[in-house]
């Protein structure tokens, strides 16, 4: 992956990583995200890895998917901080669409971040109203649609996955060792959580 003329130099190591794979998200997939390429290029990503729980798959050292698990933000979020996340940026390349590996990459982060923080009791997000691949995807992990809505040029609709000691378990089966190498070996795809330790 290129960094397409970035305007970021200097990172390195997960930082670098996840600038790439938003770069290239955000180019392919415009309508998926709320930000641009610039937004991507001034971003502090390694103040992101720090502060929120970012997991990628990967082929053959490429990158191909994200996703990330953020806390409320204060200042519009009414949920807490210590026991609500808000997934965001879900994104798998084109190539491997269909293959439920998005299912799977939002599986590992909700299992990364119980296993950080045990208290966590729900996930949140936010989806397009009309990106019903999306919508139907969060309903089979067991996300259901809340009343609130953001209406403007594109509704956004909330959903919420209450993440009780029977999801849990559910979740971290479908993680677990196992099941991780079978898409390995089923698809060349493997996770990780960004520690961003190789970015400073």
């Known amino acids: 992956m290129t960094d397409g003329g970035s305007k970021a130099p200097g990172l390195r190591g997960d930082a670098k990583v996840l600038h790439d794979v938003l770069l290239e998200a955000v180019r392919i997939s415009p309508e998926s995200f709320l930000m641009t390429l610039k937004d991507v290029d001034m971003r502090n990503w390694v103040a992101e890895i720090r502060s929120s729980t970012w997991v990628v798959a990967q082929r053959d050292g490429k990158v191909v998917g994200v996703v990330v ?10 949920e807490e901080a210590r ?73 956004e609709v909330k959903y919420r996955l209450a993440f009780n000691h029977e999801v849990s378990a559910a979740i971290h089966l479908a993680v677990n060792d196992a099941a991780c190498r079978e898409d390995e070996r089923q698809y060349g795809v493997t996770y990780r959580v960004l520690d961003g330790k190789d970015s400073m």
Request: charged residues 30%; positive net charge; proline residues 5%.
């Open 83 to 155: 026991t609500s996340r808000y997934i965001e940026s879900v994104w798998i390349a084109p190539e491997l669409r269909g293959l439920r590996l998005g299912e799977r990459l939002i599986k590992y982060l909700l299992a990364a971040e119980h296993r950080k923080n045990r208290h966590i009791g729900q996930f949140l997000l936010w989806v397009f109203e009309a990106n019903t691949s999306a919508i139907a995807l969060y309903e089979r992990i067991g996300f259901e649609p809340t009343l609130e809505k953001n209406v403007g040029t594109r509704t």
């Open 69 to 78: 698990a953020k806390r409320p933000d204060p200042l519009k979020d009414k």
